[in-house]
């Protein structure tokens, strides 16, 4: 699959890969994934925490999730 059809599926399909992100982004961020919430060796690692990594996550999870669905309401008016 060349770099055209690549964007051409993700501006087809842009609800679908926002919703799907946003889920993983969720469920990582409840289930606490060590990927994602351990903040070891990161920049900035001295700001937040694991607990506000999971906060931060946890809510941009539900954000991506209500406005991905809240786009395909809209096309489908």
Known sequence: MNLENFTAF??????????????VIFVGAIMNWNWMC?????????RYGRGSRRVIFFLLGIVLIIVSIW???????
């Open 38 to 46: 351990d903040p070891t060796g990161k920049p900035d690692s001295h």
């Open 71 to 77: 786009s395909f309401v809209l096309t489908l008016n």
């Open 10 to 23: 993700l501006q087809e399909h842009h609800n679908i890969v926002t919703l799907v992100i946003g889920i």
